[in-house]
């Protein structure tokens, strides 16, 4: 089993900033060659893709959040970071956390909300 847990969402006002974090537990083996990714979904819209990171550090972004978000990771504490920066109410949404291993089996967090509103 594997588990993934996120937090830092909550409420922020618009310009404002949060880091998002991805705590993995369970059966997680060489978290080094997983690719990491955020997702979001908002109210009737279907989940995206926020950001990658591949096990190689490549990085990926979608074109509404570049610039403002940055993805990482931390091996040794098998976790995985979206720090987010200037923030507007259309980031508005649950974001969920995803780690694919090697077989493309892919886990996923219970998600965690953030608001953008003044």
């Known amino acids: 089993q594997v588990q993934l847990v996120e937090s830092g969402g909550g409420l922020v006002q618009p310009g404002g900033s949060l880091k998002l974090s991805c705590a993995t537990s369970?059966?997680?083996?060489?978290?080094?060659?997983?690719?990491l990714a955020w997702y979001r979904q908002a109210p009737g819209k279907q989940r995206e893709l926020v950001a990658q990171?591949?096990?190689?550090?490549?990085?990926n972004y979608a074109d509404s959040v570049k610039g403002r978000f940055t993805i990482s990771r931390d091996n040794a504490k098998k976790s995985a970071y979206l720090q987010m920066s200037s923030l507007r109410p259309e980031d508005t949404a649950v974001y969920y956390c995803?780690?694919?291993?090697?077989?493309?089996?892919?886990?996923w967090g219970q998600g965690t909300q953030v608001s953008v509103s003044s």
């Open positions: 990171i591949t096990a190689s550090n490549s990085t």
């Open positions: 995803n780690v694919r291993n090697i077989w493309n089996n892919n886990f």
């Open positions: 369970g059966s997680i083996f060489s978290f080094d060659t997983m690719d």
